[in-house]
């Protein structure tokens, strides 16, 4: 059963630009694993972690470093939730995530399917 879907897309450039901007939104954004990755993989976890929110019903106690975006080579990227986004999820019974990335001219988008058993 689908809890919740997500979506949501960033202007890389504009994205790129604030990061520039504001030194101090990277570590606040992103987890260690995540904060190296190229612009456009840090857009597109961006976007993952707003749709996250938005699958999840959007509340606002939710922490930006309680999930992690990952990829393996080969594989589908992963969501890994933990702190404030891995309770909102067991609250709603979410026992599996869906995630596609992409990230093509200037933009990157993210849609997050929650799904319970």
Same mark, same amino acid.
């Given at each position: 059963?689908?809890v919740g879907i997500g979506?949501?897309?960033?202007?890389?450039?504009?994205?790129?630009?604030?990061?520039?901007?504001?030194?101090?939104?990277?570590?606040?954004?992103?987890?260690?694993?995540? !904060?190296? %990755?190229?612009?456009?993989?840090?857009?597109?976890?961006?976007?993952?972690?707003? &749709?996250? $929110?938005? =699958? +999840? *019903?959007?509340?606002?106690?939710?922490?930006?470093?309680?999930?992690?975006?990952? !990829?393996? %080579?080969?594989?589908?990227?992963?969501?890994?939730?933990?702190?404030?986004?891995? &309770?909102? $999820?067991? =609250? +709603? *019974?979410?026992?599996?995530?869906?995630?596609?990335l992409t990230h093509d001219?200037?933009?990157?988008?993210?849609?997050?399917?929650?799904?319970?058993?």
């Amino acid at each position: 059963m689908i809890v919740g879907i997500g979506l949501d897309v960033v202007d890389v450039a504009r994205f790129v630009a604030t990061l520039a901007a504001t030194p101090r939104l990277r570590d606040k954004l992103f987890t260690e694993a995540e !904060r190296d %990755l190229p612009s456009n993989s840090l857009a597109a976890r961006f976007a993952a972690k707003e &749709a996250i $929110a938005k =699958a +999840l *019903g959007a509340p606002g106690n939710l922490a930006w470093h309680d999930v992690t975006v990952t !990829r393996t %080579l080969g594989g589908p990227p992963t969501i890994e939730a933990t702190g404030t986004v891995a &309770a909102r $999820a067991e =609250a +709603l *019974g979410v026992t599996h995530w869906h995630l596609s990335l992409t990230h093509d001219a200037g933009i990157a988008s993210a849609f997050v399917i929650a799904e319970a058993a």
